[in-house]
């Protein structure tokens, strides 16, 4: 089985400081592990993913994440957060031939001015 | 990264109506697409995966006579709710995901269709 876990359900930041927001993943083989963002009554943009290579991963809008295989973590980071930046934040896992992804809760980020 | 449409992106229906709504790949070819329904503040409930040419398969607890999902070719699908009821109402986003290439490893999503049902 495949699952994930985003702890926290709304993650509050000052315009300007450094985001984060954590996820945990469990998957019996290699994972594949993807972020993505969500604005309001809109579909989810993909941000980045870990397939294989170097841990450290950087995407679209200055986020990257880092994969970590002995904690089983791929938290999401971004140096610098705009107030552009809130929105629900996904993270996903798919096993290695399993055509499925399953996602975290979600996190609602919200960058304060 | 790899674009998917979604049409329309609102619609209102009465009771007892059937709503199609259309997924497109447009710039790679999907071998395998997804529908999924998201209510308010949750996360998405994965209603099926369709492979081109194949019957869809779905999950459990989704009724197949009532979601029709069609993968008639490598850039479309369709989903049909039939004899739409108010409970149907919900945000419905479809995904896709590419035979090589681009799009290969990634599911991208469309924008979404709000459907409300009288």
């Known amino acids: 089985a495949q699952s994930v876990a985003q702890p926290e359900d709304q993650v509050n930041v000052a315009e300007g400081n450094p985001l984060t927001v954590k996820c945990t993943y469990s998957?019996?083989?290699?994972?594949?592990l993807f972020w993505y963002v969500q604005y309001p009554n809109r579909g989810l943009q993909f941000l980045l993913k870990?397939?294989?290579?170097?841990?450290l991963v950087k995407g679209s809008y200055g986020f990257e994440a880092e994969f970590n295989k002995s904690q089983t973590s791929f938290h999401l980071k971004k140096p610098s957060a705009l107030v552009s930046d809130s929105a629900l934040y996904f993270c996903a896992v798919r096993d290695y031939g399993n055509n499925r992804l399953a996602f975290g809760k979600g996190n609602q980020v919200v960058v304060i001015p | 990264g790899a674009v998917v449409s979604q049409h329309p992106s609102r619609v209102i229906c009465k009771s007892g109506t059937s709503v199609k709504i259309e997924c497109r790949s447009l710039?790679?070819?999907?071998?395998?697409m997804f529908w999924y329904r998201q209510f308010p503040k949750k996360s998405l409930m994965l209603m099926a995966t369709s492979n081109e040419g194949s019957k869809a398969t779905y999950e459990q607890g989704v009724e197949k006579d009532k979601f029709l999902i069609n993968h008639a070719s490598l850039t479309l699908s369709t989903l049909t709710v039939t004899s739409a009821h108010p409970e149907d109402s919900s945000f419905y986003i479809c995904s896709a995901r590419g035979t090589s290439g681009r799009g290969t490893d990634t599911q991208y999503f469309g924008p979404g269709t709000r459907l409300t049902v009288l």
């Open positions: 710039d790679f070819q999907a071998t395998t």
């Open positions: 870990y397939i294989t290579g170097d841990n």
């Open positions: 998957v019996s083989g290699n994972p594949y």
